[in-house]
């Protein structure tokens, strides 16, 4: 069994007369996966992750320093055992794993405050939500801010939540009380006020907001993050504030170590340090929190069943790679009006899933196989000549991956033209393919303004230049990771609807031949 060393006395090799340290551990993004999943590393296979095992972990931590605080950075009620067990076995299981400090992430509002209020009666620790308008039978669970004495330092904890709730998530009774710097501005008053020496901000922005926050708000020494699934290298330091972020999954634990001058009460941010501890084979599971998994885990349906659908959903790879898919459409659609851009183009190899899925009921083994890579969905504005030469270089894919699914544009592709040609992301050859090209606005179709710029939603891994579409990395402007899966649009909508089935093809991709 591995047991993480942690210096109490003796941090760093340097013996401090005068000095704590402050431990705090936890995850991020625990999205409801409870038992160890595999995944393949060096060409071989490993079961990581799992309940049993953090607790471990945290046990550990307790026994070398019982003052160790243990945090979770939200988006933990998702998956398998939420869909069963309405939060009763995620919160119940967190508690018996021995988290102490737990904040809302998007994901906690997917099924509604009437859910979540079930799911807080299970929750034995601390759930902290400084920023959000909830409704009374929520509110009375949680506290605004929290204060812990280690020692002889006061620690104030304080939650920041995604600016882009209001459309992450379709929770209704839930509301912003602020914008993020506003907040923990506020915040950083309100525990300086109240005695705090230190304060940790818990939230759920995503790294690159974390440190952006960092940069306008003094007064927080650490940001425990989470919602962009991030496990930096290092520990992020922007002037006196130090970042992590908690990652996904519970593949690690993260530890962050913090020296504090007990007489300045002040974070030796040169010698705080971060570690993470994968959680593996080589953790012992604790017998107590794997007995009481396997009480819900013995329940659990042969299959979750979320909706109906009364077409079949055909995902075969010819279906998605030759032609226009009714099933990318409606999945297409559904980002296009959740997000309102003008236009959605991802890849077909986006869409997985590789068979054809009868009509009858959906499941979630279903929609994770069709959702295999969980690919986040980016916003960005690009010009409409960019645009044009994308398609084009959707249209040079046929028949592979790298063909485009679309919704708000309609065109022609004329197989027998020339086709673009991409040499290390530059074009050197124009494609003729793509013509008749049609940007949708509101009921009437309006011809591709080539100078407009248009605001476009893709996916991560087009995002970043995948499949050689390098316009979207290099042309551009503003891109924005929304953190949401095809997997989450599609739960979120049969969530509500009870149903969900595909159109036919609607004519948006002609293809000549």
Same mark, same amino acid.
């Given at each position: ?147 812990? /004495?280690?020692? @002889?330092?006061?620690?104030? *904890? ?6 882009? %709730? !209001?459309?992450? $998530? ?113 953790? /012992?599971?604790? @017998?107590?929190?794997?007995? *009481? ?6 329940? %659990? !349906?042969?299959? $979750? ?209």
């Amino acid at each position: 069994m591995y047991t993480p060393k942690i210096g109490i006395l003796l941090f760093c090799g340097v013996l401090f007369a005068n000095a704590l340290t402050l431990h705090i551990a936890g995850t991020g993004d625990l999205q409801g996966m409870l038992q160890s999943f595999k995944v393949d590393r060096k060409s071989t296979s490993h079961m990581i992750g799992g309940i049993a095992r953090i607790a471990t972990i945290f046990n550990s931590l307790k026994q070398q320093d019982p003052q160790t605080l243990i945090v979770s950075s939200g988006d933990d009620l998702m998956g398998r055992y939420f869909q069963t067990f309405n939060g009763e076995a995620i919160y119940s299981l967190m508690s018996a794993a021995g988290y102490e400090f737990v904040i809302f992430g998007n994901h906690e509002f997917d099924r509604g405050t009437k859910v979540l209020h079930n799911a807080l009666r299970y929750a034995k620790f601390h759930l902290i939500c400084s920023d959000l308008s909830l409704p009374a039978s929520i509110r009375s669970f949680t506290k605004l801010w929290m204060i812990k /004495k280690i020692g @002889k330092v006061k620690v104030g *904890l304080f939650s920041l939540m995604s600016e882009d %709730l !209001p459309t992450i $998530t379709s929770a209704k009774n839930v509301a912003l009380m602020g914008d993020n710097v506003h907040m923990a501005q506020k915040m950083v008053r309100l525990l300086r006020q109240r005695g705090a020496d230190i304060i940790v901000a818990l939230t759920h922005i995503g790294y690159k907001r974390d440190v952006a926050l960092a940069k306008q708000v003094k007064g927080i020494d650490l940001i425990f993050g989470g919602h962009s699934h991030t496990y930096p290298k290092k520990m992020g330091h922007i002037g006196k504030t130090l970042i992590v972020n908690g990652g996904e999954k519970g593949k690690y634990v993260v530890l962050v170590s913090l020296p504090i001058d007990t007489y300045t009460k002040k974070v030796d941010t040169t010698l705080a340090r971060m570690r993470y501890i994968l959680v593996d084979e080589n953790i /012992k599971k604790s @017998k107590k929190v794997e007995a *009481l998994l396997d009480t819900y885990t013995k329940k %659990l !349906p042969p299959m $979750t069943i979320l909706g109906k659908s009364t077409r079949e959903w055909d995902l075969r790879v010819k279906t998605l790679r030759k032609s226009e898919s009714g099933v990318a459409d409606m999945i297409n659609d559904l980002l296009r009006k959740k997000f309102r851009v003008d236009i959605v183009l991802n890849n077909s190899g986006a869409f997985r899933g590789k068979s054809v899925y009868p009509a009858g009921p959906i499941t979630d083994a279903m929609l994770q196989e069709i959702d295999e890579f969980r690919n986040n969905a980016y916003i960005l504005h690009i010009q409409g000549k960019w645009i044009k030469e994308i398609l084009e270089h959707g249209a040079a894919s046929y028949g592979k991956g790298g063909w485009l699914q679309v919704s708000g544009i309609r065109y022609q592709v004329d197989l027998r033209k020339p086709l673009q040609k991409v040499v290390d992301g530059r074009v050197v050859q124009e494609g003729e393919r793509v013509g008749h090209i049609q940007v949708q606005k509101g009921d009437r179709w309006q011809d591709l303004n080539m100078s407009k710029i248009y605001k476009v939603l893709t996916n991560a891994f087009l995002a970043r230049g995948g499949d050689g579409y390098f316009w979207f990395k290099k042309y551009g402007k503003n891109p924005k990771n929304t953190y949401t899966s095809f997997y989450s649009i599609l739960l979120q909508t049969l969530q509500r609807y009870k149903e969900l089935t595909p159109p036919l093809p609607d004519g948006r991709i002609q293809i000549l031949r």
